[in-house]
């Protein structure tokens, strides 16, 4: 398969399914914004909760799209998803934006997640490259200055995972019933250096040049364990490890946004100390999570994989991160991983049927069905964004 028809194939799956999906089943005509689940057999559950996260990846990914594809459609959901974060989302008390809301848009969960406001952060800066509104863009650096005056430690750097409705410490930290209750957590690092790689592509200021600069050292110093170039997952709050769970979707998205990040802060020495990072956390991915059809594995423990369902998120950052890996050294191992990441989609992930990817496959190779198609978690955003970046990635003709 040569680039070219690498590019139709992923722009065809973008626009003609998962696009097309959100666009005709997500959006709830009776109380505002998006709809807050829909099943796997496409069972819509009107009075679920509608969380952040959803919200916020909705906006980024029809964003994104729309700067690729003037499509009006695109614009409008994006439009839809801003508008809801505003009037819902957006706490008017105390700033920041609340973790939850209930189907009518009442909050329901108000403590402030830092993986979720990062994730804020993400989207309005996506959205303001996409249509240059000024509003969204001072709303995403009032957040940043949030985390910054909240969340920040000073002492030992990184960003507190949770805290209260009014910024103050919390007890309830964790992002979900699967994650350690822990002050700090590799999940939130990386979305944050995400969203403030986004936010310093259109507001160059030297607080949050520092920020950024700051956020890449410490996951390199911290969050990437030294001997086999992999996330550690969870920490208190003086970085001492808790747990020893491997993520191989989360190292193989971390190797390339890393990448991203220290690109755009334009600091050549911590480049190349991020690059030669990034390429052992790929090797480790390629070496130990890829199974023999192509697909990585969610979870390990150091010696033994411990969760070998293969959800749609780390298929989808598999085939970036290992084509990010090819473009970095040439070795065209890295190529074929990428091209057999989007194999092993095209033929266990996407829903010919129903539309969009399926949460996940078991060990064989059977969809995950008993999974939704649109949760708090399961989102636009890591599929249609990995297409995007492939396509702008084959276009590079490297």
Known sequence: MDNHEWKQQLQHELQGNILKFWIDNSIDTENGGFIGEIDGQLQVNGKADKSLVLNARILWTFSSAY????????????????????????????????WMVDYQGQPSQDKKQVYGQAFVIYALTEYYRAVQHQEALDLAIEIYHLLEKYSYDPVHKGYVEALARDWKDTGNLSLSAKDLNEKKSMNTHLHAL?????????????????????????????????????????????????????????????????????????????????IRTAIRMVEAVYKDGVDTDGGIWNEADGSNVTDSNK?????????????????LTGDTKFKEAAARSWNFIQTYLIDRTGGEWYWGVGRNGKPLLHEPKISAWKCPYHNGRACLEMIERLDRKS
């Open 194 to 274: 995400e969203a403030y790689t986004n936010l310093y592509r259109v507001w160059k200021s030297p607080e949050l040049q520092h920020s950024l600069k700051e956020l890449i050292e410490v996951t390199l110093d911290h969050i990437v364990e030294p001997e086999h170039a992999r996330f550690q997952l969870f920490f208190n709050e003086k970085w001492e490890t808790r747990g020893n769970h491997i993520s191989y979707g989360h190292d193989i998205e971390g190797s390339w946004l890393l990448v991203e990040a220290a690109e755009v802060l334009g600091d050549p020495g911590l480049l190349i100390r991020v």
């Open 311 to 327: 959800d749609w998120w780390p298929q989808a950052e598999a085939m970036v991160g290992f084509y990010n890996a090819y473009q």
């Open 67 to 98: 700067r690729f594809y003037p499509v009006p459609e695109y614009l409008e959901i994006a439009e839809r998803a801003y508008a809801y974060l505003l009037e819902h989302f957006v706490d008017p008390e105390h700033g920041g934006l609340f």
